[in-house]
Structures are given as structure tokens and as C-alpha cells.
């Protein structure tokens, strides 16, 4: 069974388009996160969410919010997407904050 | 900004043991040292962590200077299959939990 899962896993879109990525752990985490990488392979946190308290990066445009519609889910919605969005999003999740986090597959989003 | 400083790149041959070097000389007394590394195209994976102790697991160790200002991660057996990127990362590990990644250590185990 995958404990972090993310569809899709690839994204091919146009710009202006708005976006979903979905993000599924079946590990019973109460901290989930969103983190992106970019072309030069930089990963970024975005946002973490703990037991339905969101947790904003300030860096992160306003285009950009997550969803969680329970504790197991938090998918990462994307308005206007731009050229400068194409990377790789990975969810992780961790039963607490100290603890390890374990990573999804990624999602590769493609913006033309 | 990552609070860490790792050599770019690293070589290492195969059944040999690998020690992949981590300055952190600003690190507080709140703050542990996490090892991830990542696999090509792949998610991050969660190697070990540690706050003063020495520490060891299944996959690795991870030593920590007395001072806390350098760490060392030890793949006391590398094979083919860990060549990777490898972080070290600070962190206070509170409720956010959120880890600052730096451009880690490309380690390449050649047979």
C-alpha cells in the first residue's frame, strides 16, 4: 500500500488555466506539507497544515491554496497558472513535527 | 535560507563506507539535524535524525561533534542503489515541522 499518494502525476496545461493536484496519506499523519522543486532542483516548502490549522509560506502567491477536505487529504489548487509554476510538487506528511516526513511520488506540472 | 553547508559532490565505491560531511555552526540548543536524501525523479526519503546523541538505524548513522556545529552521516556499506542527493537540514522540529532543504551532497557509488 502507498502511505503518500498524489495524482496526477503528470501535468501538461496551458497558462491561465486553473489546477488540481490531489494528495492521499493512509498513515493516519496529522501534518501534511506541500513542497515544490524547481528546474534547478531546489525544494521549497509551500504550506504545512496541522489538524485543520493552515500554515501560509509567505513566499507562496495567493494563486496557489490548499484543500483539506479531512485529515487524510490535502490537495493543492492552482488559479492562472503561469510558465514560472512548471516544477515538481511533492506532499509529505508526518505524525508530528519532529518526526520524519514521508514524501509522495510528485506530481511534474507542464505549464505551455 | 538553509542553515547548512554540504560539499556539492561526493564519490564513493561500492561496499565501501560512505561519510558525507554537514556544517551547521549556527545550530541552537532546540534544533535537531535531519538526513534525507533523494533518488532521482523520486520523493524525498527520510534517512535519520538526531539532537546531541549519536544515532543509528537500519540504514545509516549519523554522528554529531560534541559542539553541534558539524555533523557526519555514515552509509556504513554503500551500494549502487544510494546514489543520490543527500540533505542535511536544521530544524527545530515544532508543530510546523517544515524543513528547509539546501543543494545537499550528490553522492555517486561506482562499482
Known amino acids: 500500500d502507498t502511505a503518500v499518494s498524489q495524482t496526477p502525476k503528470y501535468l501538461v496545461t496551458q497558462m491561465g488555466n486553473d489546477k488540481s493536484i490531489k494528495c492521499e496519506q493512509n498513515?493516519?499523519?496529522?501534518?501534511m506539507y506541500w513542497y515544490k522543486q524547481d528546474s534547478k532542483k531546489f525544494l521549497k516548502i509551500m504550506f504545512s497544515?496541522?489538524?485543520?490549522?493552515?500554515?501560509i509560506n509567505e513566499t507562496v502567491p495567493n494563486r496557489f491554496s490548499p484543500k483539506s477536505p479531512d485529515k487524510a487529504h490535502l490537495n493543492l489548487h492552482i488559479n492562472s497558472l503561469e510558465l514560472g509554476d512548471s516544477a515538481v510538487y511533492f506532499c509529505?506528511?508526518?505524525?508530528?513535527?519532529?518526526?520524519?516526513?514521508?514524501f509522495g511520488p510528485g506530481t511534474r506540472l507542464t505549464v505551455t | 535560507d538553509a542553515k547548512t553547508t554540504q560539499p556539492t559532490s561526493m564519490d564513493c565505491a561500492e561496499g565501501r563506507a560512505a561519510n558525507l560531511p554537514c556544517n551547521h555552526s549556527?545550530?541552537?540548543?532546540?534544533?535537531?539535524v535531519y538526513w534525507y536524501r533523494q533518488i532521482h525523479s523520486q520523493g524525498p526519503q527520510y534517512i535519520i535524525h538526531?539532537?546531541?546523541n549519536n544515532e543509528t538505524n537500519e540504514m545509516a548513522s549519523l554522528i554529531i561533534t560534541e559542539d553541534r556545529k558539524s555533523s557526519t552521516l555514515i552509509l556504513p556499506h554503500a551500494t549502487l542503489r544510494d546514489t543520490a542527493v543527500y540533505y542535511c537540514?536544521?530544524?527545530?522540529?515544532?508543530?510546523?515541522?517544515?524543513?528547509?532543504f539546501g543543494k545537499g551532497t550528490k553522492l555517486s557509488v561506482k562499482p
Open positions: 509529505a506528511s508526518t505524525p508530528r513535527g519532529f518526526d520524519e516526513q514521508y
Open positions: 498513515l493516519g499523519h496529522d501534518t
Open positions: 497544515y496541522n489538524n485543520k490549522e493552515l500554515i
Open positions: 549556527t545550530i541552537s540548543g532546540n534544533e535537531y
Open positions: 538526531g539532537l546531541k
Open positions: 537540514i536544521v530544524d527545530y522540529g515544532g508543530s510546523q515541522g517544515n524543513l528547509i
